[in-house]
């Protein structure tokens, strides 16, 4: 088995020293350990591993930062691998890319062409040219730091980690079925599935435009490359679900409502809460902040007192999933996830 961990403070080889003894001394199990302070990384593998949460108690008593720890040990045990593509779509960084150059010409263009015109005309069209370029660029500059981020091949993969830790709440019993709205390509479906192979795990998404590396065909095909049968893909929208109330046994979604713009998201919510059986659990991800979402503490409430039990609004961009510097930098603060049972 082999785990990534994510770690942060560490500044030179002294410290990659300390955190490398750290480990093999609370951890005979581990037998190789290869920290890089460069890399933010300590990488272990043995027969068997420590859990996170006993990896994070040494990390932490060193005085690094644990930031997260991934198990690297499925992919590389199968043939086929799964491609769960990447939550910034590539297509938006090329139309980043394309409009930095876009910029970079007009302002360079304009400034020719107006080389006979007043000063004033100049600066002005100088600086609102400028900023629209340093705009793209540091969109571009974003696009490339979250894509590292989020990607299943780059070393932090934030992405599993959200999907892992929003799985890890859905249980479902003998024969139950589950619903992941949203679905995307199919990672967090795929992950409830295997989590619970008593049962099944639908997946549903409107697989539009924006996200368009995202399809049914590829949800289907990361789950025959898992080795999960279990699962079950169509198309459908979240803000009315093509399901009669009371259908599921657990309901899991994640980010996928702050992209629907024009509603309101606790209907939403509402609307994913009304096809989820008595008794069933819901485990939902999405950057909840005060502006999207609401008074989410008064919505908690309000479901408290229709009756759902164990309802906790558990902030996952304080060290949970991510650590706050981070979550800030990715666009991700209010990242939340709201878990219960109906
Ligand atoms: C950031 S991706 C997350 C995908 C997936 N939940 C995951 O964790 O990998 C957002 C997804 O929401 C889907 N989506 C957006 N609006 C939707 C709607 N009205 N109904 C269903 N899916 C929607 C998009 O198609 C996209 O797949």
Redesign the pocket.
């Known amino acids: 088995m082999t785990k990534t961990i994510t770690i942060e403070g560490m500044m030179c080889g002294m410290c990659e020293a300390h955190v490398a003894d750290a480990i093999r001394n609370a951890f005979s199990e581990v037998k190789k350990v290869t920290v890089s302070h460069k890399k933010g990384t300590a990488v272990i593998s043995g027969a068997t591993l420590p859990t996170n949460e006993e990896l994070r108690k040494v990390i932490e008593a060193t005085g690094y930062h644990f930031v997260s720890a991934v198990d690297e040990t499925v992919g590389n045990e199968r043939a086929a691998k799964p491609d769960?593509k990447n939550?910034v779509p590539k297509g938006m960084i090329y139309g980043f890319i394309a409009a930095t150059v876009v910029s970079a010409a007009l302002f360079f263009g304009l400034l020719i062409l107006l080389k006979d015109s007043s000063q004033t005309l100049r600066i002005v069209v100088g600086i609102v040219t400028g900023l629209i370029f340093f705009a793209c660029v540091m969109m571009v500059k974003w696009c490339l730091v979250a894509y590292n981020k989020f990607s299943y091949n780059g070393i932090r993969k934030l992405?599993k980690q959200i999907?892992e830790g929003t799985a890890w709440y859905a249980t479902l019993p003998k024969d139950g079925t589950g619903l992941?709205?949203?679905?995307?390509?199919g990672?967090?479906t795929i992950a409830c599935a295997k989590r619970n192979p008593q049962a099944r795990f639908i997946g549903?998404?409107?697989?539009?435009k924006?996200?368009a590396s995202?399809s049914k065909d590829l949800c289907e095909s990361n789950s025959v490359a898992e080795g999960v049968s279990n699962t079950e893909f169509r198309k459908?929208?979240?803000?009315k679900l093509d399901f009669p109330d009371e259908t599921f046994d657990a309901v899991v979604?994640?980010?996928?409502y702050h992209?629907?713009g024009g509603y309101d998201k606790q209907a939403l919510l509402r609307e994913t809460l009304r096809v989820l059986k008595k008794g069933g659990t819901f485990a939902i991800h999405d950057i909840m902040s005060k502006g999207r979402y609401g008074d989410m503490q008064k919505f908690v409430s309000e479901l408290k007192a229709e009756g759902y039990e164990d309802v906790q609004l558990i902030p996952t961009d304080n060290g949970v999933f991510m650590s706050r510097l981070e979550a800030t930098r990715l666009m991700l603060r209010g990242s939340t996830l709201l878990v219960g049972k109906k």
């Not at 549903?204 to 539009?208: A, E, K, L, N, T």
């Not at 459908?236 to 803000?239: K, L, N, R, S, Y």
């Open positions: 769960y939550w992405s999907v992941d709205v949203g679905c995307g390509s990672a967090l549903i998404d409107r697989w539009g924006e996200y995202f459908g929208d979240a803000t979604s994640n980010y996928v992209n629907i």
